[in-house]
C-alpha cells in the first residue's frame, strides 16, 4: 500500500489530496496546524481510520518537522507532497511589506526544502520515490507579462529553484521531484471566480505525478499534464 505526506491538507487542494488518496487506497499523512479546528480533515480521518492519519505540523516549525520525521521513522513515503503555501500580500513596487515577505518565505520556500530533508530517508525506502510541490505560474519568470505580486511570484520562482537542484542531487538515489500548477481553482487563495474546483486539479496533480519518470524529474507542469516554462 502506498503512502502519501501531505501538508497543509485542512482544506482547499491539500484536504482533496487527502481525500482521493485515500479513496484510491493510500495510506495518507495529512498535516495541518491546528487538527482541533479542522472540522473537514477530522471528518475524513474518522471515516477512514485505517487510510489517514492526522498529524500538528507548521511547516515553518524545524523542531516540529523533524520530531514529526522521527515519530515516522523507519515508515517508507511514497509522495512527500509540499502543498502548504501562503499568498503574502498584493503589494506592488514601492509598498513591500518585508516582515510579511519573511513570514511568506518560510513557508514557501524554506517549509518545502525542510521537509525534503527531514524526510528524505522515507522517501528513498519507499517504491515511488517522488517529492512534488505545489507552486504557481505566478513563480514563472517567462510567464510574468503583469509584474507585482512580488512576495508570491518570488517566494514561489525560488520553490522552482530548490525543486531542480533536488531532481540533480537526489538523482542518484532514484528520488525524483516535480513541481506542480495547479491552475487557478476555487480555494481560499483562488477565490470563487476561479475555473477549476479542486477535484479537477488535484486529479490532473496526482496523474503528473503517476507518470513521472527519471527523464521528466525537475520539471515544472500544470495540471493537465502540459509544461510550464521557468
Known amino acids: 500500500m502506498p503512502t502519501v505526506l501531505v501538508t497543509g491538507a485542512n482544506r482547499g487542494l491539500g484536504l482533496e489530496f487527502a481525500r482521493q488518496y485515500a479513496a484510491a487506497g493510500w495510506t495518507v499523512h495529512a498535516t495541518c496546524r491546528q487538527p482541533e479546528a479542522a472540522d473537514a480533515l477530522r471528518a475524513l480521518a474518522e471515516a477512514s481510520p485505517d487510510k489517514v492519519r492526522v498529524h500538528p505540523l507548521n511547516v515553518t516549525d524545524h523542531a516540529r518537522v523533524d520530531a514529526l520525521a522521527e515519530e515516522l521513522a523507519g515508515e517508507a513515503i511514497d509522495v512527500l ?26 513557508t ?22 517522488v517529492i512534488a510541490n505545489v507552486t504557481s505560474k505566478m513563480g514563472s519568470i517567462a510567464d510574468n507579462t503583469s509584474g507585482s505580486y512580488y512576495i508570491y511570484r518570488s517566494t514561489k520562482a525560488a520553490l522552482n529553484m530548490i525543486t531542480k ?49 527519471a527523464e521528466t524529474s525537475g520539471s515544472f507542469f500544470d495540471y493537465s499534464g502540459a509544461e510550464v516554462p521557468w
Open 165 to 213: 537542484s533536488m531532481a540533480i542531487d537526489l538523482a542518484p538515489r532514484g528520488i525524483r521531484t516535480v513541481v506542480l500548477h495547479p491552475g487557478w481553482v476555487k480555494t481560499d487563495m483562488g477565490g470563487p471566480s476561479a475555473p477549476l474546483d479542486p477535484p479537477e486539479s488535484v486529479a490532473g496533480m496526482r496523474r503528473v505525478i503517476d507518470g513521472l519518470s
Open 108 to 129: 514557501n520556500t524554506f517549509g518545502p526544502m525542510k521537509l525534503a530533508e527531514a524526510f528524505v530517508e522515507h522517501v528513498a525506502r519507499s517504491e515511488r520515490k
Open 81 to 106: 507532497l509540499n502543498n502548504a503555501g501562503a499568498f503574502g500580500n498584493r503589494a506592488g513596487f514601492g509598498s513591500s511589506d518585508y516582515s510579511v515577505w519573511e513570514r511568506t518565505v518560510w
